[in-house]
């Protein structure tokens, strides 16, 4: 029962400095959403994806960059890192309209435990 | 609890009281909305959810109101326990909008023994 997992938990950066934030859900999920949370906030939307093959921006795309080549992940890229982009990283996966049904099992989203990075 | 700029608000109650956390959402085409309780370190966690078809919905101990003429959405909890001390946040969801589920900006509950 792994649900959503996400790689590396923690990552230190370089400014300039390129990395990949992975997250595979196994709950055969169509929608799948990056989100960031800075200390003392919200989390605000980066990209999502509404299927494999589809991206979207969210609230706060700039500097992000992600794919969905596999219906099960889908992946956050930073170019070239920067000290704003520090932050706790949260992907999460949802059915949604999958089933019609209305319950927790169809429409609610699971998160990921997060990945703290760090750009210095 | 309401939004008071970039910081979250916070609530204090006494263990035993009753709880209401607010939430005003962006969206009049939003159809769908869910509470969710962060502890520290950890990612969200489901609370309860509802469909802009419904005004009211109760779980255990739990229960989200929704007004849709003011786009405003609580959660009460009842008996507040310690182990409710944590971020709560609302989301909502459009389908008109392609299913961009978003947050609202979080409200910290801290239960007093």
């Known amino acids: 029962n792994a649900g959503v997992t996400q790689t590396p938990k923690f990552r230190v950066l370089k400014t300039g400095q390129s990395m990949t934030l992975l997250c595979a859900q196994d709950?055969?999920?169509?929608?799948m959403y990056w989100y960031r949370q800075d200390p003392g906030m919200g989390l605000r939307l980066i990209h999502y994806?509404?299927?494999?093959?589809?991206?979207a921006k969210g609230e706060v795309p700039d500097g992000y960059n992600v794919s969905r080549l596999k219906k099960q992940n889908f992946l956050l890229g930073l170019e070239s890192a920067a000290p704003s982009q520090t932050s706790v990283y949260f992907c999460?996966?949802?059915?949604?309209?999958?089933?019609?049904?209305?319950?927790?099992?169809?429409?609610?989203?699971?998160f990921g435990q997060g990945t703290r990075l760090t750009v210095v | 609890g309401e939004s008071v700029g970039l910081h979250l608000p916070t609530l204090s109650v006494q263990e035993g009281d009753n709880s209401i956390i607010n939430c005003a959402y962006s969206?009049?085409?939003?159809?769908?909305f869910i509470w969710y309780k962060q502890e520290s370190g950890k990612g969200p966690q489901f609370i309860i959810d509802?469909?802009?078809?419904?005004d009211k919905r109760q779980g255990q101990r739990v229960t989200v109101l929704l007004n849709k003429t003011v786009k405003h959405l609580s959660l009460q909890i009842a008996a507040t326990q310690p182990g409710d001390s944590a971020v709560y946040f609302c989301?909502?969801?459009?389908?008109?909008?392609?299913?961009?589920?978003?947050f609202g900006a979080g409200t910290i509950l801290r239960v007093k023994s």
């Open positions: 999460a996966s949802t059915a949604f309209d999958q089933k019609r049904v209305f319950g927790r099992e169809n429409t609610e989203a699971f």
């Open positions: 709950m055969n999920h169509e929608y």
């Open positions: 509802i469909r802009s078809n419904m």
């Open positions: 994806s509404v299927g494999e093959g589809t991206t």
């Open positions: 989301a909502e969801n459009s389908k008109e909008y392609g299913n961009k589920l978003v």
């Open positions: 969206n009049s085409a939003s159809d769908y």
